[in-house]
């Protein structure tokens, strides 16, 4: 018998020969050992089965057990030689029995003196918390951590600030299409006949909602977030005295074409006090205080004259509805706000002792 090849032992196992079996595991151990040395081999899994405390002839056995359960299903598979049909039978074995160490044992990497890892269990008493088990302290895998909870609030956030801005007819459809509405995903078919729409017609909607979606969700949104951090570190450092800004806000303008002609802007100091307003003639050059903010000076006007420097440089073609100049004090630069590099310009006041002198109101 021992002359016979797999797949006659097989068949002859199968037919109820009961030394069949035994033998049949025996000729093929070479073949199992072969798959744990791989599996052992693998340093990824080193760490892994060390830590749950699955051994090589663990393997062994667990693979020679996958093996003889391969032999009834066998003949479903007459064609191919019994190895190539049970190699599979024996991985999953292997992948089983670890898997289950895996569920049974929770492990802490802790380091000893003989620089060995030590397996800690579920039911295992803590050294100094009274009654306390390992269990107590283990983490669920099914409770999403904190941080876990905060970033898909923030996405869910964003994503609600997004569909807020898209158009009312795109706003709708893609509530629905995407289950926003009632929670449940609708085929493209179905949308299209709930809007009583073609198909083609829905999928020109459902692209354009998505491009603007995409738009707000990975340009306007995180331009806002940075604009408003960039205005809380800006009053942090008014606050600390450290530096000095001026917001200014378009009220309103007048254009001849596509070019501005003249702007009136309100404008604020040092991100407190009241409002003041400006008019700028871009045609001509002239400015004018319409009213002095709080917090401006009378005699040297220095916030108001940043704003009239930086409407100087503007492009006449367009200009920000809101936009914020920071500068640090006498001879220094002023950065403004999303502008270019050559866009900065030189304050000319003198004396930093104005910037406290009346209130110019």
């Given amino acids: 018998m021992k002359d016979l090849t797999n797949e006659q032992l097989c068949a002859l196992a199968q037919a109820g020969e009961e030394q069949a079996v035994p033998l049949l595991i025996e000729t093929n151990l070479p073949f199992v050992r072969k798959i744990a040395n791989q599996i052992v081999g693998n340093p990824v899994r080193q760490e892994h089965l060390s830590a749950c405390g699955v051994g090589f ?89 904190p941080e876990r909870i905060y970033i898909e609030r923030e996405t869910a956030a964003e994503l609600h600030e997004g569909m807020d801005a898209l158009p009312d007819r795109e706003n709708v459809y893609v509530q629905y299409r995407f289950g926003f509405a009632d929670g449940k995903d609708h085929p493209l078919t179905e949308t299209a006949q709930y809007f009583h729409l073609t198909e083609s017609r829905a999928k020109s909607v459902e692209r354009s909602a998505l491009k603007l979606l995409k738009h707000e969700l990975f340009i306007e949104i995180p331009e806002r977030a940075y604009a408003r951090a960039e205005d809380k570190l800006t009053k942090e450092l008014v606050a600390a005295d ?70 100087q440089k503007v492009p006449t073609t367009r200009l920000p509805e809101k936009f914020m100049l920071t500068f640090i004090g006498p001879e220094q630069f002023c950065s403004s706000y999303k502008l270019p590099l050559e866009q900065v310009i030189i304050d000319d006041w003198s004396g930093r002792d104005e910037n406290k002198t009346g209130t110019g109101n």
């Fill in 57 to 145: 002839d663990d393997l062994v056995q667990a693979g020679s057990i996958g093996l003889w359960r391969a032999i009834d299903g066998y003949r479903q598979f007459g064609e191919a030689q019994f190895l190539t049909y049970a190699a599979s039978a024996v991985r999953r074995a292997m992948s089983d029995l670890i898997r289950q160490y895996s569920r049974d044992t929770v492990w802490q990497l802790r380091h000893n003196k003989a620089n060995a890892w030590k397996i800690i269990y579920l039911d295992e008493d803590l050294d100094d918390a009274g009654e306390d088990t390992v269990e107590c302290l283990t983490a669920s895998p099914n409770v999403k951590s």
């Fill in 242 to 311: 450290e530096l000095h800004a001026v917001e200014l806000r378009l009220k309103s303008q007048k254009k001849r074409g596509k070019k501005i002609t003249a702007a009136v802007c309100k404008y604020l100091a040092d991100c407190g006090g009241t409002w003041g307003e400006l008019y700028y003639d871009f045609k001509s050059g002239t400015a004018e205080i319409i009213l002095l903010a709080e917090w401006d000076t009378v005699v040297s006007h220095r916030f108001a004259m940043r704003a009239f420097e930086y409407l």
